[in-house]
């Protein structure tokens, strides 16, 4: 059920039950941080392999030693400068921390999320909040409380309405490691704006021999249709011809062939637009029955990375016609 009743949210969670969460990136799949009731129907309504650790939501900067330990300067001053927002960081856990939400970890993930809803309501709670995305293990992750909605249903208590999630990609996630800071998941906020704080991260994302953040090991943020991203869009358009072809679009309209479906993300050619746009496009594109949906690959900077991620992880056929 869709409901903007923030009062109900709190009656749910208190109840140790799971909830849609509206979160400035994209919504999650909420429960009681201390309730391992709560946790378990987290991983078991989104299917998710239990060695794949969720994230704490705290309500304010002050919060992070309670579920934090050892806090590196540099995190704290990561955080003051990007919470509330879309900043993970990755720190020691405090002892009190359940096993289940780190996958056995030493390290707990938190953020303060910045949407007004999910800020109100942990307000109202005694307890953090566990949300990872609010969609099944892999497929495209939920920018709008109907997505949501669709995923689940009746499996969840409620979804918090708090209208399209205003980044419209994941948090970025940063770690630690003795002076070194690192990337583990490119995300809302760009790379260039942390290294302004830290100066150079070392970039962990890509490495899938040794993914730093678990998640990232697996094909992700997936449509059902298949999907390639492309650096030669027209060409791939040619070569899958007469097939029903949906296509994916930075800031041009494709004017050359005709396609079943185009989505231009970014008319005005903002990155920041094109993220808050992706997940319900790609969301579209996959309700349309298409053969195939072919996605522009962005420029390689800002959140073009953090686009190109998403897209790559939502890859089905790794090679076209063109490219080994
Ligand atoms: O924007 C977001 O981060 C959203 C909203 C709802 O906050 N949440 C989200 O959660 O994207 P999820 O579970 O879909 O992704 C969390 C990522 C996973 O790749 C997981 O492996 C990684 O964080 N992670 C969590 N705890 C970790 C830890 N202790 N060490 C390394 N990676 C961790
Ligand atoms: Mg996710």
Redesign the pocket.
Known sequence: MISTNIKEAVYHLNQDKIIG?P?E??????GNAFSEEAIQSIFTTKK?PSF????V?IKSLDDLPLVATDIPDLAWELAKAFWPG?L?L?LP?QPHISDT???G?P???V?V?KHPMALELLANLDFPLV?????PFGSI?PTKAIHVENYFGDQISLVLDGGSCE?G???T?I?FEKDKVQL??Y??VPLEAIEKITGKVTVFNKSESN??????LFKHYAPKTDFILSRTILEDIEWYGDKKIGVLLFNQPISDFEVTHQIVLAANGDFETAATNLYAAMHELDSLNLDIIIAERFPDYGLGCTINDRLEHATHKTTTHLKL
Request: charged share 15%; no cysteine; glycine share 8%.
């Open positions: 969460l979160t990136t994209v919504y999650g799949l909420a998710r794949n650790p969720l994230i939501h879309s993970t990755i856990k939400i780190t996958a970890k390290t707990v993930a953020r999320p949300a990872p995305s609010a969609n992750s980044a990609v994941e948090s996630i770690g583990y998941r995300g809302a993914p730093k953040a678990p998640g990232m």
